[in-house]
């Protein structure tokens, strides 16, 4: 494939996209100023555009068309990761908890790290229950008729699953987060 461009001194230059994916050879019109430059797996002459609400690309090589983009997605990433950030907080000031927790009563003490523990762990943990079947993209693969969908784990990673239509079992009663 060949992309020619002009660039700001007037010259134009002439892209040749090798077929390896990691090196494009430019030369200038003249066959003795070619060139090697390496390139990360993306070609001048093929953006894809994005999905403004999911920022994902409208259509993947390997997963296929975007038929679906979830409407929260910016909203659950951020109860999250506030959520896990307050947990990973809480967590490393446990042990100076413990250290000024010695002046006070027992019962007080176990009380007050009691709640303490259930806050860190339990929200955390009641987070990642409610929202761990949303939905955040799905791809459509037209040749191999094969849906992939992603939703994010308990760390805020991205997980994808694949499955076909005869995969998929409709539930009796809907669930927190399903239309």
Do not use: W
């Given at each position: 494939?060949?992309?020619?461009?002009?660039?700001?001194?007037?010259?134009?230059?002439?892209?040749?996209?090798?077929?390896?994916?990691?090196?494009?050879?430019?030369?200038?019109?003249?066959?003795?100023?070619?060139?090697?430059?390496?390139?990360?797996?993306?070609?001048?002459?093929?953006?894809?555009?994005?999905?403004?609400?999911?920022?994902?690309?409208?259509?993947?090589?390997?997963?296929?068309?975007?038929?679906?983009?979830?409407?929260?997605?910016t909203t659950?990433?951020?109860?999250?990761?506030?959520?896990?950030?307050?947990?990973?907080?809480?967590?490393?000031?446990?042990?100076?908890?413990?250290?000024?927790?010695?002046?006070?009563?027992?019962?007080?003490?176990?009380?007050?790290?009691?709640?303490?523990?259930?806050?860190?762990?339990?929200?955390?943990?009641?987070?990642?229950?409610?929202?761990?079947?949303?939905?955040?993209?799905?791809?459509?693969?037209?040749?191999?008729?094969?849906?992939?969908?992603?939703?994010?784990?308990?760390?805020?990673?991205?997980?994808?699953?694949?499955y076909t239509?005869?995969?998929?079992?409709v539930p009796?009663?809907?669930?927190?987060?399903?239309?």
């Amino acid at each position: 494939m060949q992309v020619q461009r002009l660039i700001s001194n007037g010259t134009r230059v002439l892209y040749k996209v090798a077929t390896n994916c990691n090196q494009k050879v430019v030369s200038q019109l003249q066959p003795s100023l070619c060139r090697v430059i390496p390139l990360t797996c993306r070609t001048m002459a093929t953006q894809i555009p994005l999905d403004p609400m999911c920022k994902k690309p409208v259509y993947h090589p390997k997963k296929g068309d975007l038929i679906y983009a979830g409407p929260s997605n910016t909203t659950v990433f951020l109860c999250k990761a506030v959520s896990l950030g307050t947990c990973v907080l809480s967590a490393a000031l446990q042990p100076y908890l413990y250290m000024i927790g010695d002046t006070l009563p027992v019962p007080l003490l176990v009380a007050g790290m009691g709640s303490l523990g259930f806050f860190m762990f339990g929200t955390t943990a009641l987070m990642h229950f409610v929202t761990k079947r949303y939905i955040t993209y799905i791809y459509f693969n037209r040749k191999n008729k094969s849906f992939t969908a992603g939703r994010f784990t308990f760390f805020l990673r991205n997980k994808e699953m694949e499955y076909t239509t005869k995969d998929v079992v409709v539930p009796d009663v809907a669930g927190i987060l399903q239309h």
